[in-house]
Structures are given as C-alpha cells and as structure tokens.
C-alpha cells in the first residue's frame, strides 16, 4: 500500500520506493504536515515542537494554549486567515467582502490508480500502478471545500497533487488564490533552483541560498513564458548531480503561474507552487466546482541526476500520449530558417526532394501557407490553403512529398489574429481587446478569447477543413506573443478574473479534440520556441520546440537547464545553417548534429545549399540517430559538466538502464593556449563490466571510466565535439 492511514494518530503516511510523505490531522482538525524525504517507518509528529511566540497568533480552539500558532506550525494546505503570515495557498472572499478561510479535516479516501482532473492535463497510471489519496478539508463559516488529491507512482517516486475546491455553502465565495501545492521544511538550508530566461535564450538555471523573504517567480504573460518556467527544485545545501537531497516541482499547467520559496523568521522553508494570483479570481456558487492544475512532486536523496530522471521517466511514461510517445519521432527539415515566408510550392518540394535524397523522414511547412501571410503581420484567423502562393491545394504538397517517401508536416497559430484579416473582419470582438482602450500589439497581432468556445470551435473547424483534406502528419502549434489585454466579451464584470484560466482550458480542450480527430498525428508544441515549455502542453504532444535559439553553443546551455525537468525526447532541436540566424556563431556542422541529436532530432537549413562533404554528413547524421535513438529516448540521460561554468565543457550522456551502453557527448567551449585537459566522469555504468569503445576499440573499466574519469582530448579550437559509444563486453546490442 503507497498510502496508509494511521486512525489512533491522525497520521497519513505515503510511501514510494525511495521517499516518504507525512500529514498529520491534529486535535484541531488542522491538516499538519510533518514529513517529505527519504524513506522513513516510523511516525514523524516528534518533529513538532510548541512555543509560546509573540505576535504569532494562536487558534481559537488552543483555548490558553499559547504554543500552537500556524504561524510557525508546518502545513499542508495553508491559507488566509488562520493567522499563518507566510506564502499562502488559498485566499478566499466570503460574500460579503471578508477575506478569511479555516480549512479542517472533514473526511478521506484511498483509492487504487489514479485520479483525474476535468478538462487539464495530468499525470496518468493503470489502477495497480497508482494510488489516490483525498484528504476533504472544509471552511465551516463558507461551506467550501478544499478536497487535497494525492496521487502516488511509487517506483518514479512521484506524488502529485491537486486540490478540487467545490461550495456547498449557500453564498458566493472567490477563489482569489489557490495554489496547488505547499512544502514546509523545519529545518535545514535550502537553494533554490530556478529556470529563468528571455525569448531565444530559455531556461537559465540560476541557483540561490533560499534566504528570509520571499523569493517569488512566476509568469503574467498567459503562457508559462520564456522568463520563468514552472519547474523548480529545492536542494540542501551542497547537493550535486549525485549527492545530497532534492526535491523537484512541476507544474502541469501552461498558462500564469507563481513559485514562491520564503525562509520564515523561525528559520523554516516554505515553497508553493500553483495558479498566478494575479489578474485572478474565480467565483463559485452553489455547488460549483474549480479544479487547480496539477503539481509533479519528486524526492531524490542522490542528488539532482536522479531527481531529473524521475521527472523524466513519468513524463515519458505517465504524461505524454499517444502514438508518438514510445515510438522513434521522424527526423525532419523545416523549413522556416531556409526560407522564411518567403517560398512556393515548389521552392518546398525541392526542399523535401534533398531530404529525401538525405534520408530526412519528413518536410514540415511552416509559417506562411494560408490567407495572404507574405508577412507576419496578417492572416492569423484566415485558415485557408494560399493556393496561389503553393501553386495548387496543400494536398498536392502533400501527396508530391509523401511520393518522395517523406511525411508531411504543417505550422498553425490557431490562438492569434492579425487586424488584417477576414476573421478579424468579420467577429472584431473575438480578439481580446478591453472596451475603450487600444490593445498593445505584439508582433502586430492580438489574441483570440479562447476562453469563448464557439472562437475555439470556429477554429478547429476551419483548422480540421485543412488537416482533413492533406495528409498532414505532424502539426507545430505556435504562440508568437504573450496576452496582455485580458478581457472576454463574454465574461461578466465578476467573471474576468476567469479569464485567463478558462483560456487555458479552451486550449487544452482544442488541443484534445484534435488529438482524438488525428490519433496518428504527432503534435509539437511551440511559443515562440520554448514560451510554453511545460508539462501541461506534454500531456497533449510529446515534443516542444526548445527554443527560436538554434546555435549550437547556446543550445547546449538551454537543452542543459531543460534536462532538469523535462526528458530530451521532449525538445525539439535542429541542425540549422552558419553562420548561426540567431547569433552570428559558426560552428562545425559535427557539433551542431551532436547538440541537435540531445533531443528530437532535426534540420533547418536550406539543404540544396550544403557542401558534398556536409550533405555526407547529413546521411551520417540520419545514420547514428535511427542507430542510437532508443538510447537517446529511453536511456538515462546524465549531465556531466555545467556549461554555465566559466571554462566550462557541454558533457553530457546516455546510458541504457541495464548499464550495457553509452553514449557520451563532450563539446569544448572555449580554447586558450597551452589548454589544460578536461575530464568528465561517465554515470550509470556497470561498475564491474569491461566497455569497447567504439571508435578506437579500446577496453575501458566501467568503474574507472565512472571514478576516474577520461581525458577529453587536446584541442586548440573550441566549440569541438568529441562523441565515444561505449559498450559493455559480451553484449551484442
Ligand atoms: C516562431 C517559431 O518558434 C518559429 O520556429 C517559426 O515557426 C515562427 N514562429 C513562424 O512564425
């Protein structure tokens, strides 16, 4: 059983293979938390201690008791009102303007496998592989509840959670806060990991003491955003890729959100992650119900490779759907740094002619197929095939690529509209625009009220007239702006606090439908690269486009602080032309296949203008990936160096779960005279197995190879890329 109660103690204790869980109903009824760490039998509620503190109030039910103040108590579900001044869950407003709740017990249930949550994206398992905790806590004066959902998967040692809040009172309550998700931590010295960063450069790792105050990160924009993603780890002090304990939060939405990590004046650490506050309030009448999004919880006490590889494993396994999940992705060539909007139908059927002569598996069209889109600042809306611009309908692409023995893939915005535009034309109203203001552009375009449905179901139908009548195999769905005008025309003056979190659902229900119309088509999420990097959009299509950013060197660094929360089968990643569109970089085309090959594999580049030489190396490229893809996908992928460091390397490896082999990959970044030599230490070998190189045949010892380490060879240039495939001896793989 992952999930026991204890009844003479109050005590819930969850178990996975390596971690436990404590929460303790109290004699108030109060919902303590005691304990989440490494695998423990016993009851934890000795870790409580009681003192009389000033100006840390106490509940009215402790009587003269003036030690129990939630103040200072560690909980599991926080909120206003109870006299707990830190970071918060819940703020909630009573009918007549009050801000005030007191959650307490009320009831529980376990269940095999685990639960579901309307209409978002969560985590799935069999009924044998999961187990479901509710915990129904209640605000008597309101008559809300606040139902806590655990689910466990013991062997990724993960445990989720969500919260369904439903009022069975009488009046109107709003949500104006409801996170998903509190850890409180008694002791110890905390940093905070966080992935921070820009448009084309994403997902910065940044790691800081967690110190008093509150450390607050989070996104405004209606996506999770390039500046902030809703992943975050919380590591003792001194813990590294193999040491030390950790803890990971992944928040299984794509849309606002805030982290927030506090230091209390008592010298406890507090972390809640869930829904953005701000531009926020959800109303609930009667028996109504709101669901917060779903957090991914993952304890390591080996440090941060196998936190990583949790996270991983059940986004691989338990998160991503459909055919595409398991199985090798295409490798494919876009087209939009060869051309950008500027290409015909035939300048694309060349395209995919040298692909095909290349072994690429598939052409994906992207922007600027439909309407009269010659240039980003029209056509959003306008679903229509330019026929003129492709010299016939987008089935005859298709069928002419498909010939050629290549899928067919296609680029849509589906939540974006240009003023310049029949839609906009016809329904101004359908873009978010507030009444008696002019909205802010942003890449001359405004957004679609998605949170209306029939603007979500006039889409779908005018995306699926295309889809329906071309073979389209893979969609990218992009995002190109952040929402800043946030009002329906729908919502009434109490409703738009919704808004933004109704946007997000008509995503996710447009996003399902498609997927249920289009099993066999593969989905890669996209905002601008990776502005809706999360595991929200994972649920919908295993792959994200990580990032507008296609030089090698700066991938390394961005595919570096994705790897933390999300597995490389999820990011997509290109070989495109030098010098780099982006930076101006110039690096071997080697280097870029190797960096492009940590992920879901493809090109960008006008092929018809490669070199013999580079197009050999193409064919090559094609070759080593179809032979290393299960490797790459399902392997253990181990970070072997911090390409942030100065003089750092880009190392990195896979490593198949059974340890019979590897792939190791060693990018220098810098050069200087004289250099000194590198060393990277390999992971995830079998300590007493002897391993053959591949390419000089040498016998390694798998326990050298992981303590001592192995040169990386003498360069006098940097940006070089030096790959070993190491296998176990006796295997024949
Ligand atoms: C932004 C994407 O990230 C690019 O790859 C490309 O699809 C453009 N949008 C097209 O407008």
């Known amino acids: 059983m992952a999930v026991n109660y204890d009844e003479t103690t109050g005590i819930f204790t969850i178990q996975t293979e390596k971690s436990s869980y404590q929460m303790q109903v109290d004699r108030f009824g109060v919902l303590l938390h005691l304990y989440y760490g490494g695998r423990v039998n016993g009851p934890m509620d000795y870790l409580l201690t009681f003192a009389d503190r ?44 009050t801000i005030s709740c007191d959650l307490r017990y009320k009831s529980h249930r376990i269940s095999d496998g685990k639960y579901k949550l309307p209409g978002l994206p969560a985590v799935y398992a069999q009924e044998d592989e999961a187990q479901t905790l509710e ?34 009172g009488e009046k109107p309550v709003v949500l104006r806060r409801a996170s998903t998700a509190c850890l409180d931590f008694l002791g110890g010295e905390y940093d905070l990991l966080r992935f921070y960063g820009r448009h084309a450069m994403e997902r910065n790792l940044e790691r800081a003491p967690i110190s008093h105050g509150v450390t607050s990160i989070g996104s405004r924009r ?39 990590a506090e230091l209390d004046q008592y010298g406890q650490t507090r972390i809640v992650l869930g829904l953005q506050d701000e ?52 490798i494919l060539v876009n087209n939009w740094e060869a051309t950008y909007l500027d290409f015909t139908g035939e300048k694309i059927c060349e395209i995919a002619r040298q692909a095909a002569e290349l072994g690429i598996e598939m052409l994906v069209l992207d922007d600027g197929w439909f309407g009269k889109r010659d240039s980003d600042s029209v056509s959003l809306g306008d679903w229509v095939v330019n026929e003129k611009k492709l010299g016939g309908p987008l089935s005859a692409i298709a069928d002419k690529v498909n010939a050629m023995g290549l899928k067919f893939g296609l680029w849509v915005e589906p939540e974006m509209i240009s003023e310049d535009s029949d839609l906009y034309r016809a329904h101004p109203d359908w873009a978010m625009v507030i009444p008696g203001r002019k909205p802010v ?26 889809l329906d009548h071309a073979n389209v195999e893979y969609l990218k769905w992009d995002m190109n702006r952040s929402i800043i005008d946030v009002y329906s025309a729908l919502a009434g003056r109490q409703s738009q606090g919704e808004v933004l979190y109704k946007y997000t659902l008509g995503l996710y229900r447009f996003l399902d439908r498609l997927g249920r119309r289009y099993p066999q088509m593969l989905i890669e999420g996209c905002c601008g690269g990776g502005g809706r990097f999360d595991a929200g959009m994972l649920y919908y ?193």
């Open 441 to 466: 552009r942003s890449r001359q375009q405004l957004v679609l009220d998605f949170s209306r449905e029939e603007v979500v179901d006039y889409i779908y139908d005018s995306l699926c007239r295309v």
């Open 135 to 168: 915990i129904c806590l209640e605000d008597q004066a309101s008559g809300l509840e606040a139902v806590l959902l655990y689910g466990v998967l013991p062997k990724y040692d993960v445990i989720t959670r969500s919260v369904r809040f439903v009022n069975r």
């Open 54 to 97: 000033g100006f840390s109030g106490n509940l009215y039910d402790a009587g003269e008791d003036r030690t129990y103040s939630l103040d200072a108590l560690p909980q599991e579900y926080p909120c206003q009102g109870t006299g707990d001044f830190r970071s918060t869950c819940l703020v909630m407003e009573n009918f007549d303007g």
């Open 279 to 330: 531009l926020f309030a959800y109303r609930l009448k009667n028996g109504e119900e709101f669901y917060a999004p779903e957090v991914i919880l993952s304890y390591s006490g080996q440090g941060l490779a196998p936190l990583s590889q949790n996270f991983h494993k059940v986004i691989r396994h338990n998160l991503c759907r459909g055919t595409f999940k398991e199985s090798p992705r295409p």
């Open 541 to 733: 299509g295993p792959q994200i486009w990580c990032s507008d950013n296609t030089d090698a060197i700066d991938r390394i660094r961005i595919q570096y602080g994705t790897s933390f929360g999300y597995p490389v089968s999820s990011m997509g990643s290109h070989v495109s032309a030098v010098p780099n569109h982006q930076t101006g970089r110039s690096v071997s085309f080697k280097t870029r296949g190797a960096v492009a090959m940590a992920g879901s594999f493809g090109y960008e580049l006008e092929l018809g203008k490669l070199t013999p030489e580079e197009k050999e190396e193409v064919k090559a490229q094609v070759r080593a990936y179809k032979r290393h893809w299960r490797l790459i996908q399902d392997g253990n992928y181990y970070r072997l160096s911090d390409p942030f460091a100065p003089d750092g390397l880009g190392a990195w490896e896979f490593a198949s779960e059974d340890g019979k082999e590897a792939l190791v990959t060693v990018v220098t970044l810098n050069t200087h005279g004289n250099p000194l030599t590198s060393y990277v230490r390999l992971k995830g070998l079998n300590p007493d197995g002897w391993y053959q190189e591949e390419s000089e045949g040498r016998m390694y010892q798998g326990s050298a190879l992981m303590e001592g380490g192995i040169p990386v060879p003498y360069s006098t240039d940097e940006y070089q890329t030096w790959q070993l495939y190491l296998r176990l001896r006796g295997e024949n793989i």
């Open 222 to 260: 209606g996506a999770s955003s390039h500046q902030y993603n809703p992943f975050m780890i919380v590591a003792e002090k001194g813990t590294g890729e193999d040491f030390g304990r950790c803890y990971g939060m992944s928040f299984v939405y794509s849309g606002n959100f805030k982290g927030e």
